[in-house]
């Protein structure tokens, strides 16, 4: 028994070593010399960071044994201030240290200052010279309790964006041993999803590595939620995590905290609490954004438009809606010179019909954003299909509704024709053999480039101010539809690679109210030379479905008169159907034989 005793003692022993994985705590805001802040000429400054007391409490009973002080170059005649505040007259501790090196340096006090509670404000003078001014480290982490500096060459106080480079290296028998700090990284913002993405951080100022902790958080005060991380942040280091949590339409309040570390309670709650307001808009009334670009083959630098509009279509999907308003080029229409000659150069763009921007790969997406940020009130959404033998047409069926009630909106809508891989033409190209240094591949193509245009505007009706689409009441919440049949021009080169930008104009103030980028979707084209004859193929229309049948292994590949594939079936043998349910009017039955061999057949469904 007594030999249990005592392996049961040594056990706690070894335990209580191992909890301790440091003897100090070097308290700290921005982590990093990421900068540094100063001015012309030689200069004098003195930068400081305040712990207020609910951050200092946890060492209360410890010594601040040394100051570390980190520089962006080297400060001569450098003397450490304690303080409780840094405007106070009186200082409680300074040290004369004289010269530092550019970098992180550790001065240990001659006199360790005892913690007691009060707001703690520690600061360095320091003297730099005209040959580099600009000494004081300045992390891009910003706090509001780290970034004054006293300019005492001018006799000011100013502040830096992001925080000084100053910590308290604390020792003492009452460190805490689990003490941690949480932020959020995320600020407040709108969405229309159904969920929103939380970055923050989790630092460790305790004296205890961590081997996990786990998370709480709460939604406008509802229940609470747990979160285990399972990650070992050792003393002195962060963990930058990431939360997908739902919300709820209107605004959502999300606190998140920090409810335990190693399986126990952090206690000091003041630094471990932080909260964001994330306000979710109604999907019915999303709002798109429409941009009409001026642009030509012959501009050497609307490569930028062309990259740019890509990039935008990749981040934003089907929300960005733009049209390529060609000018002074074979892809030019006249209905758009009116546009085209508002341009100051090219490539520019008018956004939402509102506001120019002539710095189309620079300032375009910031554009972007801030209308998408906007909450909807006005929602549009639409379908569409081609008709015609020829698929000459497009039939659009567009649906609008209003959050409130609108009298007399006399709202306008028209369509912009696009069609995408418009080949046949080059494009110059400025940033050829990298005269203008990088661009996306551009730098390694052709003067005159091979190109396949994208969104291109072939036509538009309606014109360009739109027609009357809305009633003279539209009622709240209450969808209303408008329906027009598009002929497609005549320069429509590839019909399966059209698309309709539909707009809708606010006749008065003469902007976009909201916009959608409608897609006939047309998968895969035939012609009629590749309708071939097999004598053992045969199909047969039933109700409700396509019955074929063919000797050996075939494909079954079903089109829309429009060209797009609606079924298809592969490695099929004897026999197959194709369901046909909800199918109406002309479609192509294409059988396809591994050998090559194919039929194809028209039916009327």
Known sequence: MRKIFVFFMLLLCVNSVRANDSDRVILHYGSNIDYGYGGSGSTILTPYVVFPEQVIAPYVGNRITGVRIGLNADAKSVTVYIKNSPQDAAYIYYQKVGSLKKGWNDVILNTPYDITGEDVAIGYKGSFTADNPNGVGCSSESFANANLIMWNSQSKWVSVTGSNCIGAIIEGDKLPRNESSLKIFTTDYCTYDDSAEISGELRNWGVNAIDGYRLAYTKNCGDTVFVNIDKRIEVDARDTFSLVLPIDYKKNKLNLSVYSLNGQQDI??????????ITRYNEKFRKRVFVEEGTGSWCKFCVAGIVRLELLKESYKDLFVPACIHYDDEMQISVYDSINKTFSGFPECLVNRDVYCSDVYGSLEQYCKYYLNMEGHFGVTATGAFVGEDSSAVDVNVRMISDAVLENPNYRMFFVVLEDSVTGYKQLNGYAGGVSGYFYGWENRETYAECAYMDVARGVVNGLQGGVCTPEVMEADTYYNYSARLSLPSNVTRKGKVHIAIIVLDSE???????????????????????????????????????????????????????????????CREKATVGTFGLHGTYIIQVIKKSGECKTYKMLL
Do not use: H, Q
């Open 509 to 571: 103030k003469g902007n976009v109210v909201n916009a959608y980028n409608l897609w006939p979707d047309a998968e895969e084209f035939m012609s009629v030379n590749d309708i071939c004859e097999d004598s053992n193929i045969d199909v047969k229309g039933c109700g409700g479905y396509v019955s074929v049948t063919a000797d050996g292994e075939f494909d079954v590949r079903m089109y829309a008169a429009s060209g797009m594939m609606v079924r298809a079936l592969k490695g």
């Open 268 to 277: 000091y709650a003041y630094n471990n609490t932080d909260s964001v307001t």
